[in-house]
């Protein structure tokens, strides 16, 4: 189950550095370089300020850089944004301060597919690209709300397998799902002291199992 | 309308190791589907392909979707010598 909880993985650390430059312009433009981001990506900091010769020659300053988010995150927007475009979708990547990409514009409907499996194929294929350190977070895909709609769906759906298994007296499986999907039914049933829960299978087949409790030939 | 050829060559070139080898092509079948083919350096092909088909599967998906808007129809290849 242990694939099934990578959601709550830490958020990838963002690096800074120290740069002493005449100007922040300078500062955003060699920041950019270095983690190959864009400028107006880059937050500085001015940390000092040495005026030469009373600030008629312009100044010396030392600006701490850094990206306004984890550089994966914001490589993973420059990727999504290109794809989209390639895409003829309109819809704009949008990052929010916990390594979501809300994509937001009127092709909602396009990019979500059905069942959320063409959210998910981006999803994928963005981490595949710009996500190499695995034991952070993933970037996550939304649009239009559709995770939390999701993740409505699903409470209601493992509250009915859960009654459905309790009446059968043995396990009943659900549908293949993604890791998140899995946790949510997970996590829907995990005060329901008459049932537990396990994952099967392997990727991308792998689904969630829901047994009652009574069931006697149900080994934890 | 989107172009199918630069989106799966746009993703296939940021997945390999050797980008310079790839090359995307595009062929109208009498049915009038669009295949779409993906020629890659031998050591890339598992790398387009990936694991029991995830990537290349993702990808299937991606330009699907892009054609939704025009209702054309296209499937994506991998060429394997």
Known sequence: MARDRDEQAPLPEIDCAVLECVSVEEACARGAQIWDIKPSDIEAKILTEDKKFFGLLGSNLRVEVCPFAPVSYIKSCYLMNDILEKMDLDLIPELTDDGMINLVGEDAGVV????????????????????????????????????ERREQTLARLAESVAREAIRKGGPVSLEPMSSWERRLVHIALRDND???????????FRRVVVHPISDSSYQA | MPDYVDLVDLIVKKL????????????????????????????DIGRVIGKKGSTINAIRHVAKAASIKSGERVDVDVKED
């Open chain 1, 112 to 147: 979500i597919g059905r069942y959320g499996e063409t959210l998910k194929a981006l999803e994928y294929l963005t981490n595949l690209i710009c996500h190499y350190d695995t034991s952070t977070r993933r970037v996550r895909l939304d649009c239009g709300g559709y995770r």
């Open chain 1, 194 to 204: 008459e049932v537990e829960t396990n994952s099967t299978g392997e990727e991308p």
């Open chain 2, 16 to 43: 390999v190791t050797n980008p310079d080898d790839v090359t995307v092509t595009e062929a109208r079948s009498d049915a009038g589907v669009i295949l779409i083919t993906i020629k890659v350096a031998q050591e």
